[in-house]
């Protein structure tokens, strides 16, 4: 019979035994704050909305019409859509600014004629967790989309960037082609998508109720 | 009784002793505890249940783009890939933590090893799930083979990324860490602490599934359903796991008596008043945890070697390292969380036939419980083989117990290389030990060494796989 061993011998204890997923733990919470510093993209977005409205673009709330004058005004020939936020309203003619609360993603610009018949709007600038989209669409009063393009949409990643640039061209196509948002969106760019209509859908609301003229 | 000294042998043992015979009269006084319940789940069920939740994640990606991504590209191909591989990988994994809450209505009737086993499995294949996935999704990302942005974006400039990043690399860690050959080299608790960190790999990843998924993000009944189950899965594994460990270390059984049986072979003797309200069989085993400064952080599955009764536990426990030398050497007296039992290799599976039992070394606890309560239909042969005689433990009771049954037990002790016949489990020597051996219901507990010599002797014997039955290993 082997005698019991004693007690006190030395047993290897608890802190050496979790040493190695203590060590892990702490190795992955230091990791985590190295690696963690995601772009802030919806920051992104209301930056946009607030300096459309600081540099005074026509806004139009299509759900107070009366705290909304319509306005439009006539300026030269934006005929190629603006790619940033910043340069479209430089574009366009300004009013009450004060109307449009800084947080207010939906507002109308109106800005250049392109035809005789078609009248190039701004639509709001919606933001998505993506980044801020915003359609240019240039409208006839009786709501004949003459076409439409997205002048701004998500540029913070390379990654929505090469999804935008496939699906935007495809966008404004099914817009003239439904005439109106009721078209499928693209796949892969849902998000996109689905901005891009409510943007549209908003310029066409604020034409057909005849909040700003044609 | 002379001849099991004299290996190598297989030989009947003698006839009855008294020593046996008198446990055995004291035995039949005991009351035993109520048997483990049986669970109604079938097998169909199963299926059914897995069925569904395939259909569901399936589901899920086909209605955000699933298939028809294939059409677009290289990038549409990627995207679908990465969405399904990451669907998958939560929802194999999160089957997988399931098995680990031991839920009952499943343990009742698959038992703890095959839900560890299940459990290996279900984590291996999410480990290559994650890996597919995040291959996937750096071609999916990548603009032009700018790999260093896609890379940087999907390890922390996207929201969540890092979380998932460091998730996806403790998966890694903790699978690589379970590979048999890696396993070997760790203590049990080693790798066990390092393997609960999966569950902060688990919490890091989810965010990252439910803000930059596109299945998710966009779909609100998809991510309800999705932290819904995340959410149950919780709840399972803290009522199921860790609420068992507290209600075990709260109920505490206490040492009775400890007595040494063999060189380096004790039995160890718990009593107490949670014994009235427990549940248990025979052929069961139990986790045992020593409430003392150096025992309360690691538990050991023991079998119980007496049938469970209200008078105590019985274990018989070999020294084989420091947790089973601390058990070997408590004091009188001290408390012991008890958290089981667990197993499904209990006395119904005779099911009215005769058995026989294969044992090996001190796997002879669960088969000399199981013998306490066969019925005398059983006929019960135990095949018992040792190193030595000295390693033979309970072996008088075990022949009173299964001599008061009409059985014998057959023992074979001596080192493998001095025995008389080469494979002391082939199928010759197994039908010339015991003739009727294809009609009966065979019960197996050893090395797995043993069990598999055993397994093969049997099925060429005869003894259709379905009547085998053992703890598959799950360590
Ligand atoms: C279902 C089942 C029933 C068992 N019944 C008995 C029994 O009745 N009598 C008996 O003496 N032994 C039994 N064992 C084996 C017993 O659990 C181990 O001998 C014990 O855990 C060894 O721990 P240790 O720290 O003393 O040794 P260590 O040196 O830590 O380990 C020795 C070996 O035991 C195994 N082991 C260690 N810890 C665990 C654990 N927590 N879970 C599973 N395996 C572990 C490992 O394979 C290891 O290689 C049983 C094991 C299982 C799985």
Request: glycine share 8%; net charge positive; hydrophobic share 45%.
């Amino acid at each position: 019979m082997t005698p019991q061993r004693p007690a006190t011998r030395s047993r290897p204890s608890l802190a050496r035994r979790a040493l190695p997923a203590i060590a892990l733990t702490s190795a992955s919470g230091f990791l985590l704050s190295v690696l963690d510093r995601p772009s802030t993209i919806v920051d992104a977005g209301s930056e946009t909305t607030s300096d459309t409205g600081s540099t005074g673009v026509v806004s139009i709330m299509p759900a107070s019409p009366a705290a909304a004058p319509a306005s439009t005004t006539a300026a030269t020939s934006p005929t190629t859509p603006a790619t940033t936020p910043a340069t479209v309203p430089a574009t366009v003619a300004t009013t009450v600014p004060e109307t449009v609360p800084a947080t207010t993603p939906p507002t109308v610009a109106t800005t250049v004629p392109a035809t005789p018949t078609c009248t190039t709007y701004n639509g709001p600038t919606i933001s998505t967790k993506w980044g801020p989209v915003e359609v240019q669409a240039s409208v006839a009063a009786d709501g004949t989309i003459c076409w439409a393009d997205a002048i701004v949409t998500p540029d913070s990643k390379s990654k929505s960037v090469q999804i935008n640039n496939r699906a935007v061209p495809v966008l404004d196509d099914r817009a003239v082609a439904a005439q109106g948002t009721a078209f499928d969106g693209v796949s892969g760019a849902t998000i996109t998508s689905n901005a891009y209509k409510q943007s549209l859908q908003a310029i066409i609301d604020a034409v057909v109720s005849g909040q700003v003229a044609g | 009784m002379s001849s099991r000294l004299d290996a190598p042998t297989v030989s009947p043992s003698g006839a009855s002793s008294p020593r046996g015979a008198a446990h055995q009269s004291t035995a039949t006084s005991r009351r035993l505890l109520p048997p483990a319940r049986r669970s109604r789940v079938l097998d169909s069920d199963i299926i059914w249940g897995l069925g569904a939740y395939v259909a569901l994640v399936v589901g899920i990606w086909s209605m955000h783009g699933g298939l028809t991504r294939f059409t677009e590209g290289v990038t549409g191909i990627a995207t679908a890939i990465t969405q399904l591989s990451g669907l998958g990988a939560s929802a194999a994994g999160l089957v997988g933590l399931l098995f680990t809450a031991r839920p009952a209505i499943l343990e009742r009737r698959y038992g703890l090893d095959r839900l560890f086993n299940w459990h290996r499995v279900l984590g291996e294949a999410m480990a290559v799930l994650v890996g597919v996935h995040v291959a996937a999704a750096l071609v999916e990302w990548q603009v032009d083979g700018a790999w260093g942005a896609a890379i940087a974006d999907l390890t922390g400039r996207e929201p969540y990324m890092a979380g998932a990043t460091i998730g996806a690399l403790l998966i890694g860690i903790v699978t690589v860490t379970s590979l048999r050959s890696m396993r070997n080299r760790l203590s049990y608790e080693t790798w066990y602490f390092l393997h609960l960190t999966a569950y902060l790999g688990f919490a890091l990843s989810f965010g990252h599934q439910i803000v930059t998924g596109a299945d998710l993000a966009d779909d609100a009944i998809a991510r309800w359903i999705w932290v819904g189950l995340h959410g149950a899965v919780a709840v399972a594994l803290i009522w199921g796991r860790w609420g068992r460990v507290l209600r075990s270390v709260v109920r505490p059984l206490r040492v009775h008596s400890i007595e040494q049986v063999a060189p380096g072979i004790v039995t160890l003797r718990l009593t107490g008043r949670r014994l009235r309200s427990m549940r248990g069989s025979a052929g069961q085993f139990c986790f045992l945890r020593a409430l003392t400064a150096d025992g309360w952080w690691r538990s050991n599955p023991f079998s119980l070697s007496e049938a469970p009764g209200e008078d105590g536990l019985r274990f018989t426990i070999k020294d084989r390292g420091d947790a089973s030398q601390l058990l070997a050497s408590l004091p009188v007296g001290t408390k012991v969380a008890v958290d089981g039992p667990y197993g499904v290799c209990t006395p119904e599976i005779a099911d009215g036939r005769k058995v026989l039992f294969v044992v090996g070394g001190v796997g002879i606890a669960p088969a000399r419980a199981m013998l306490e309560v066969l019925p005398p239909s059983a006929e019960p042969v135990v095949l018992y083989r040792a190193h030595s005689a000295a390693d033979l433990v309970h072996h008088d009771e075990l022949v009173a117990l299964a001599e008061r049954r009409n059985g014998r037990v057959l023992t074979l002790v001596g080192p493998s290389a001095s025995l008389a016949v080469r494979d002391p489990f082939s199928a010759h020597t197994l039908r010339q030990a015991v003739p009727d051996v294809a009609e009966r219901v065979a019960v197996l507990c050893g090395p797995d060494r043993l069990l598999s010599a055993a397994r093969t002797g049997l099925r060429r014997a005869g003894v259709d796989s379905g009547d085998m039955h053992f703890e598959h290993s799950w360590w």
